[in-house]
């Protein structure tokens, strides 16, 4: 069983910066891929970047590419998501996800283990 826990998120001004951690409680960190997925309101989960196990690989969904910036540290068992140049429509609950597999996951079936979410809101 691998439990996550994620950072607070937390009330940010348009245009400013946020940085999500996700903490994972798991033997062999470097084996799991990560994800960060946010559910706005009204709105299905949707993916927002990836991490492969060795942080080779990343991918972004074009709404944050440019301004959103995955990272891990496997030392730690830490997964971090650098969130910049905030807008108001990326208001949403955002959960880390682990995958026992090296390669990048873009759905949410991808993911087996799932943290508790936090609020991230970006007012204008």
């Known amino acids: 069983q691998v439990q996550l826990v994620e950072s607070e998120g937390g009330l940010v001004q348009a245009g400013g910066s946020l940085r999500l951690s996700c903490a994972a409680s798991?033997?062999?960190?470097?084996?799991?891929?990560m994800g960060w997925f946010r559910r706005a309101p009204g709105k299905d989960p949707d993916v927002v970047a990836a991490?492969?196990?060795?942080?080779?690989?990343?991918y972004y969904a074009d709404s944050v590419k440019g301004r959103f910036t995955t990272s891990r540290d496997n030392a730690k068992n830490t997964v971090y998501l650098q969130m910049n140049s905030l807008k108001p429509e990326d208001t949403a609950v955002y959960y880390c996800a682990a995958r026992p597999d090296n390669g990048l996951g873009l759905s949410q079936t991808s993911y087996d283990y799932w943290g508790q979410g936090t609020q991230v809101t970006v007012s204008s």
């Open positions: 798991v033997h062999t960190f470097s084996r799991y891929a």
């Open positions: 991490i492969s196990g060795s942080g080779g690989s990343t």
